[in-house]
């Protein structure tokens, strides 16, 4: 029931592109905001709302749509450009992105937009919730699919294990979590502030399915994602899944990739124009 | 108000309050079938054990992760659930604050949640299980309802009420077996003081099991020749402003009395009332900024000073302030 599916893979780099320029226009007159999250994560929003989640924009409160939880709640400008595109909301409200009386709030609040299933912002709190809506799901006999998106960093946070052992002990199959797996965090690369891997040997150990992809192989994502959610909706009792997606913070504009300084700040005009310049040749060779 | 005869005889039946809201949860599970409960292992002490054997596939046993619970039943709840979660108040709301504030208050859900174990009459655990300041970090937070009962029979009022009303709610419930005073016909309306006894001289306004003690104060004040009205402040949030102003205006002083601190709950919301809309002086019986310690509960309650004999010395100060 999704509005717009794109099938082919240079519709979705398209696609993914947009959404990589709508985060530079939107971080430029916000003048705060996180840049290397949102930038890394588009390839995975692109997929999931424009080809795998089941959704429908003109109907966001209808109840067979896919739950999509974003529990990272700091890259929401990837989560509100990718809303835009997909046409929740005019996308004329892109430039009031974390000013007053903007429903573009710093972090995501459910209510203020439609398509938010949660508001979010602390760490660590969304796979919980994802946990709810997943059991809410099963009581009921609904087909629909719990999507969670997660950062690596609010692995850091012991609520989001409690969410796995409660995901585990119910066997919430109809629960797919997604890692942005780029490394980084606030103060430097999570292997020095804090090591997390193994990954996918925890999530193993904790008895979850899990499945590794290069989060910016478009092509990767895709089957990925479609494979999950084939997996989730088939209404069986059996392991939550987590697809550990190793990305590139900052993907799509150089002087950001893989630096954590680009964590939590945007780029000032000059910056933008560089990033905007970049953006639209990687366009030309997409097109080409 | 009608409360049971002879309510100061020794064979009056003592319960739990935590009972109260435990069969009110199965009730309210029997007629609303969108009822999901949850615990963090430690069911059969808040009382949600009767609601798991009734209803085992609307029972989720989150394990030792209050955090966890809050943020699992604000996803049921988004779903359309009416979600009921229980665990020791000391750790939920005392550990999971953030997550009640961001998950379920900002999202202003229907969650009603219970902190079991509240205020000094725990007893024997000590500091670390009293909570003391449980109604304090509730009240501030936007969209929330906070209520903390009396006795057994106004828990299971103040459950059914909680899933009635729209958004989310926070109940205290202590564990200690206590009077039941109040009957089923006494009312319970959510935001309303019930005036159990009327007065001219102090009105005493009192939450939890401090109410009993209220009564028992003021029948001994009478043979002193003080006249003090009793109130029932079930719900600290939203606090009953008319009825607190009425009485303040009509007896001149007050006291409260609580078995939580005395900042930021109910001492601290009459407070806040009377010093902008009557300014009357007031005595809070609470605890006094401290950290409580192992006892009886009973023994606790006097030695902290949130007991009758208290409440009567509170008096006499407030009186004595006019
Ligand atoms: C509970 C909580 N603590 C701290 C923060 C502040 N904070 C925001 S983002 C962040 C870094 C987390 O790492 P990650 O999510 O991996 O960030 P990214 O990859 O997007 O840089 C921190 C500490 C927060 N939002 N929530
Ligand atoms: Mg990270």
Redesign the pocket.
């Given at each position: 029931m999704s509005a717009i599916r794109l099938d082919s893979t240079s519709e979705l780099l398209l696609k993914a592109n947009d959404i990589r320029v709508d985060i530079i226009n939107m971080l430029l007159p916000a003048k705060s905001g996180?840049s290397?999250?949102p930038l890394g994560m588009a390839d995975i929003f692109t997929a999931l709302y424009f080809h795998t989640a089941v959704h429908d924009p003109k109907k966001p409160q209808w109840d067979g749509r896919d739950r999509i939880v974003l529990s990272?709640g700091?890259?929401a400008p990837v989560l509100y450009a990718t809303l835009g595109e997909a046409g929740y909301f005019d996308k004329k409200l892109f430039n009031s992105l974390r000013k007053f009386g903007s429903p573009l709030q710093g972090h995501p609040h459910k209510g203020a937009l439609a398509g938010i299933e949660t508001s979010s912002?602390?760490?660590?709190q969304g796979l919980s919730q994802a946990c709810g809506m997943a059991l809410a799901a099963r009581m009921d006999k609904k087909k629909h699919v719990v999507w969670c998106l997660t950062?690596?960093?609010?692995h850091e946070?012991g609520q989001t294990w409690e969410a796995v052992l409660l995901a585990a002990k119910y066997k919430l199959g109809n629960l797919v979590a997604i890692m942005?797996r780029?490394f980084?965090?606030?103060d430097g690369p999570?292997e020095t502030i804090m090591p997390l891997e193994s990954m996918a040997a925890k999530y193993r150990a904790f008895n979850w399915e899990v499945v590794e992809i290069d989060g910016n192989d478009m092509l990767e994502v895709v089957k990925a994602l479609d494979a999950a959610r084939t997996r989730a909706a088939s209404g069986k009792v059996q392991p939550p899944l987590m697809i550990i997606a190793k990305t590139v913070?900052g993907k799509g504009v150089s002087f950001m990739e893989n630096a954590?300084e680009w964590?939590?700040k945007p780029p000032n005009a000059e910056e933008a124009a560089k990033a905007l310049a970049e953006l639209r040749a990687a366009r030309a060779k997409i097109k080409a | 108000m009608k409360l049971e005869a002879n309510l100061f005889a020794a064979e009056m039946k003592k319960v739990a309050i935590r009972d109260g809201w435990g069969k009110a949860l199965v009730e309210i599970g029997k007629e609303n079938k969108e009822l999901v409960v949850l615990t963090a292992d430690v069911s059969e002490s808040v009382r949600t054990h009767w609601f798991e054997k009734a209803f085992p596939e609307r029972f989720v046993q989150c394990g030792v992760s209050e955090q966890n619970m809050a943020s699992v039943a604000a996803g049921l709840a988004m779903e359309g659930k009416t979600v009921f979660f229980s665990a020791y108040g000391v750790f939920s709301p005392g550990r999971n604050w953030?997550q009640v504030r961001v998950n379920i208050a900002y999202n202003n859900l229907d969650v009603k949640f219970s902190g079991a174990h509240a205020g000094i009459t725990v007893g024997p655990d000590g500091a670390t299980h009293q909570a003391l300041e449980d109604m304090a970090i509730m009240r501030v937070l936007p969209n929330m309802c906070v209520i903390c009962p009396c006795d057994e029979k106004e828990a299971g009022k103040a459950a059914r009420a909680a899933a009635e009303r729209k958004g989310p709610v926070y109940i205290r419930l202590g564990r200690e077996k206590t009077p039941v005073f109040t009957t089923d016909s006494t009312p319970f309306e959510i935001g309303k003081i019930n005036v159990l006894a009327d007065g001219s001289d102090v009105a005493i306004v009192a939450c939890g099991v401090p109410v009993f003690e209220a009564l028992k104060a003021a029948k001994n004040l009478a043979e002193d020749g003080i006249s003090a009205a009793v109130l029932d402040c079930h719900t600290v949030k939203p606090i009953d402003k008319k009825t607190l102003v009425e009485f303040a205006r009509r007896c001149g002083c007050v006291v409260t009395a609580e078995e939580h601190q005395i900042n930021g709950a109910l001492g601290g919301a009459v407070c806040e009332v009377l010093s902008e809309e009557c300014p009357t002086p007031v005595v809070r019986v609470g605890m006094q900024d401290k950290f409580g310690e192992s006892g009886d509960g009973i023994e606790l309650l006097k030695h902290f000073g949130m007991d009758s004999a208290a409440i009567e010395k509170a008096v006499k100060r407030a009186i004595g302030k006019k």
């Open positions: 996180h290397a999250g990272n700091h890259i912002g602390p760490l660590g950062s690596d960093g609010e946070e942005d780029n980084i965090q606030i999570t913070p954590y964590h939590g | 953030d």
